[in-house]
């Protein structure tokens, strides 16, 4: 569904299970820090809503969305997480550089996926303008960091 049809923030607490019992980590980029740090706020006020303790939640930094790789590895091979968030921004600019960052992204993530037994949700917003970021980071739209969280409590509770 487009983003413009729907806040990304909603959800109803009765179809989310419990996160009081689950562990999550948490890996934000620091580019285009305005953005992340609102999406990384928006995940963590999600998981602490849906029962998540503060305790359970360890978020590590890197510097842009290509390191978001690397971080959700370096994530599950140091310890048990039950899901993985990764965090970030990449705005279209003059150059294709945008292109092979969010292609680059969005495969790493899903090579995870598919290479280990930890589910890492993909909150990487790829936006055009910096106002289509902010929007959806918090703004008009809502904030993709709550529909991060709602995903990777969905995903940790497959198994239970």
């Not at 983003?3 to 990304?8: K, R």
């Not at 360890?58 to 599950?76: C, D, M, N, Q, R």
């Not at 294709?96 to 680059?104: A, L």
Request: glycine share 10%; net charge negative; charged share 20%.
């Amino acid at each position: 569904m487009a983003t413009a049809l729907q806040n990304l923030s909603d959800y109803d607490p009765s179809g989310v299970p419990s996160a009081q019992e689950l562990s999550f980590g948490i890996v934000v980029s620091e580019w285009n820090s305005e953005i992340t740090s609102n999406l990384h706020q928006g995940a963590v006020e999600a998981l602490e809503d849906c029962g998540a303790l503060a305790a359970n939640i360890e978020t590590i930094h890197v510097p842009g969305s290509f390191e978001l790789i690397y971080g959700a590895k370096h994530l599950i091979d140091r310890k048990k997480y039950d899901a993985v968030i990764v965090i970030g921004s990449v705005i279209q600019g003059a150059t294709r550089h945008f292109e092979f960052v969010c292609q680059g992204v969005t495969q790493g993530i899903k090579d995870l996926n598919i290479q280990t037994d930890t589910p890492v949700i993909f909150c990487v917003l790829t936006d055009d303008t910096l106002e289509q970021a902010q929007e959806r980071s918090g703004g008009k739209h809502g904030n993709k960091g709550v529909e991060a969280a709602i995903a990777a409590i969905k995903m940790a509770s497959l198994g239970s």
